[in-house]
């Protein structure tokens, strides 16, 4: 015990030599010295003896982990490595993204190692950086942690760029290689971190291409790697802002072999020539690129170290890629009131609520209070205001996620987007909103009716049914039939020629034609169809099956009144959403 209490006072004398050796302006707090296995895997610490965790800025230690590598002794070099992953790279969840971004796209298969990957190109940019400016002993660190022969060649070839870098002989800190190939390759990666220290974000998509097809020999990821892995979790409890598109850069594939920066001629003095660059990340216009797709979003979120599922992925994804489109939603003009009015006072009798007693009145009358005699309450009068109040329409959506729709989980769902544009457009202008997803018979998923909490909305716009096609007419019908509402509600389809099942039979037998009409007369805020048909509609009239659909259609908008808006794709109801919402819901109905 007093021997891990010296260890402890050790360390903690370390940490402001180690906070100095970056800037003396560096502010970060104490770091959680963890004196077993069990108090550091409760702060996050597994794997590795050491980590930062990027959303509270905070490093943790496993000294218990220390001492069975006999690193007692090197706290300055342990505490400035954590200490660089917050200065240097990846600094910021943001920047930690944007680099397995990077790194992602030169994985093709074995996209799942970008994490990994990640860590060992910025493990090597701080290390090199401590090394040469400060002369730390990261090399003796390295020493000590490289027990015994190893079979991986990543961890030989990493281990000989450390070499590399810094003149070391071959082999000292285990980087043998065993083929001309492999010693170029090392060198390549000495070249990278030299010549890209200050665009590291560049550089990354290199040491990635150059580690490609070792990882593809080692599915397994080695012991002494898994002991490096500081930023495995960096990321948890943070959700990276950007990444919906890819930026101006990202889908770079170069191989370091064919880099002219890196294979260029040398210096007249046998140095490799360094050459600056402005830090892409810094300088690279926001959304740049190609929307992502949202399981490429997640398994770059999940290499940040955030431990996520699909769904929440998905409600993040369209969340953000809807946000630059919203718009007001409809609002109706009525008059408002102005503060109530006090009109004097009148009589308070036994039996009317005690808590409309104007006690300061009845005092005044006489300091001793007889009910019904010398009790008198308080009369209101109402003001009306010369400025209309705004009430909002609220929004009642049905969103068709049938077998014909894809899965927003995985491919980006268009009628999931457009119905996150509508629906938080309308939080955004003070409506409430009732979504419902549904498929086939009995599959279907609502809203605890309307709501104004929007995880909770795009909790159910981002499920997935994929089946039959089945509207869900008993929902329409509960909502404005069985329960009919004070406030008016705008009903809103997004659907294709499926739509027409909402004029079949509901569970009960009743006609939904009917329910149809009903229920649009009782919501009075309008209804509208936004479909992706397969004919020229209303200007056609097909001879196929889907005859039977344009009939329907047609004569729901003469009898019932509903808005039919064709699309001839997709991706055009993400444009109907926006132009729509502007041109009849950004300036309020008077």
Known sequence: MEQMDSLISQWQDSWEEALALWSRYTKLRPPDLCKTHVEASKQGLSESFAMIRLQDQRVVVDLEAIARYQLQDYAVEVLAHEIGHHIL???????????????????PTLENKAGMVANLYSDLLINNHLKRHFGLRIDEVYQKLNRGPTDSRVWKLYMRIYENLWQLKQGSLGGVCDSDAMEGDAWLGARIIRVYAADWLKGASRFAALLLPYLAEERELADQIAKLMDTQHAGEGQFPSGLISRESGEEDRVHPSQDPELVGEATGDGTSREVAYPKESQNAPHGGGQFREPFEYGEILRSTGLNISDHDIAIRYYKERSMPLLVSFPSKRQPTKADLIPEGTTQWEPGEPIENIDWFSSMSMSSVVIPGVTTVQREWGDSYGAEPEVIPCDLDLYVDCSGSMPNPQQHVSYTALAGAILCLSALRAGSSVQVTLWSGARQFKVTNGFVRNENQILNVLTDYFGGATAFPIHVLRKTHIENRRERDSHVVILSDDGVTTLFDEDEQGNSGWDIAKQALENA??????????????????????????????????KEHGWSIYPVSSWDAMVEFAQAFSRKHYEVSIP
Do not use: C, F, Q
């Not at 790279?89 to 994985?107: C, E, G, Q």
């Not at 001879?543 to 047609?554: F, P, R, S, T, V």
């Open 524 to 557: 009075r805020g309008g209804g509208t169809m936004v479909l992706n048909l397969g004919w020229d509609y209303p200007d056609s009239t097909p001879e196929n099956w889907y005859a039977k659909h344009d009939a329907l259609l047609k004569r729901a908008e």
């Open 89 to 107: 790279s990846p600094a910021t969840i943001t920047d930690h993204a944007k680099m397995i971004a990077r790194i992602h796209v030169n994985l």
